[in-house]
């Protein structure tokens, strides 16, 4: 198990360095990104000063969104991993083959979720390092361990979500709308690009029950504030609960879903 998913890890590395392109325009797309939320927050800070909202992050707005999009990205990797591996091999017709194998299909999209999680630390570490370089961001409050076991959680329970879509899209066919849907409500719901806090109520109270708003909480406190594990109790315990329900479930109904497509013919486009 452990030798097919350093060959499935290494062969996505390799196609990743193949394109050397890629890296070029995802430097110059975060780059662009973060002098645009920049030059935003000095228009905030110029125009309302101290935002009582941005109180909690010294009202530095632009400290506030670059922790959140840097770190949003391990629920994108993590969602769709799955979803992306099945998509691959059906364009390229070879879902159906591999499956005749003795290799299984969770160890290719394991083999995948770990090479995308290695490029999106990479991207994290970019994101920082050009914050603090470029944009004279102080990081030096930051509780580095403490970042540990909210990646490690944030990433087990969207991997189990993921796993669901995953699911959905070997019985359905369809192409990633579902997470791509949920996706896009937890990054407007969950504080990546402004406080919880602004939302209207109603909003407010679908955020509490989104994981992502726990893992940017946990993210931005001990990075921005120094904040140790054991004084992340709330967040941490919400995280594992969802890990707990989600990404054991994830795998039972991938599993299953695997088995249904199977049997009704649904696995390949056509």
């Not at 939320?37 to 909690?56: D, H």
């Not at 594992?240 to 049997?263: E, N």
Request: charged share 10%.
């Amino acid at each position: 198990m452990l030798r097919k998913l350093w060959a499935f890890y290494k062969r996505d590395s390799q196609i990743a360095f193949s394109n050397r392109f890629q890296f070029f325009y995802s430097a110059g797309q975060a780059i662009f990104s973060l002098v645009s939320f920049f030059l935003i927050g000095k228009l905030v800070t110029q125009q309302s000063g101290m935002n009582p909202y941005l109180a909690p992050y010294q009202g530095d707005y632009f400290r506030f969104v670059l922790t959140g999009v840097a770190f949003s990205g391990f629920m994108t990797t993590a969602l769709g991993s799955f979803s992306q591996m099945i998509q691959f091999e059906r364009w390229h017709g070879t879902l159906e083959e591999i499956l005749l194998t003795p290799t299984s299909l969770i160890a290719m999209a394991l083999g995948k979720t770990f090479w995308n999680l290695t490029a999106q630390l990479g991207q994290v570490g970019l994101y920082l390092l050009a914050g603090v370089v470029l944009f004279r961001v102080d990081l030096s409050r930051a509780n580095w361990p403490a970042l540990i076991p909210t990646i490690l959680l944030t990433t087990g329970t969207f991997l189990g979500i993921g796993m669901i879509f995953a699911g959905c899209s070997l019985l359905w066919r369809e192409d990633g709308m579902m997470e791509s849907l949920f996706g896009g409500a937890s990054r407007f719901l969950a504080g990546i690009y402004f406080p919880v806090a602004i939302l209207p109520q109603g909003l407010r109270v679908i955020s509490n029950y989104l994981p992502l708003t726990y893992s940017l909480e946990a993210m931005r406190k001990s990075l921005l504030e120094g904040t140790s594990a054991q004084a992340l109790g709330k967040e941490l315990t919400v995280l594992s609960g969802f890990s707990l329900i989600f990404l054991p479930t994830g795998f039972l109904f991938f599993r299953w879903a695997l088995r249904t497509a199977r049997r009704q013919g649904t696995l390949a486009l056509t």
